[in-house]
């Protein structure tokens, strides 16, 4: 996932064994991001979300992803007009930050 800056998700443990993300920006001068994966939703969850809200036809993809300062999910997905779907969902509120439908 690729929004205005890159970031590569790094999922893990950390010291006390507990699973975390880590979204390194692509520019070596600013700082990671490390996230517990308790402190925020599933992508079983995001996928709900998206299910109970657009009820796509075919998913795609689920990925996190990071969009300014705000860690995400970004599930992929055709929906029911045929379209390239996006919707990136708040990785610590399950919040539909944003809903982007491209024609095939």
Do not use: C
Not at 29 to 49: F, Q, S, Y
Not at 64 to 81: A, H, Q, S
């Amino acid at each position: 996932f690729n929004g205005l800056k890159q970031y590569y998700v790094i999922t893990g443990l950390n010291k006390s064994n507990e699973a975390v993300y880590v979204w390194v920006p692509e520019d070596s001068k600013e700082k990671p991001v490390l996230k517990l994966a308790a402190d925020g939703i599933t992508e079983k969850k995001a996928l709900e979300i998206v299910k109970a809200e657009q009820n796509p036809e075919k998913v795609i993809s689920v990925k996190l992803g990071m969009e300014k300062t705000i860690p995400l999910w970004e599930v992929k997905y055709i929906d029911d007009r045929n379209r390239y779907t996006y919707d990136l969902i708040n990785f610590s509120n399950g919040e539909i930050r944003k809903h982007i439908a491209i024609k095939k």
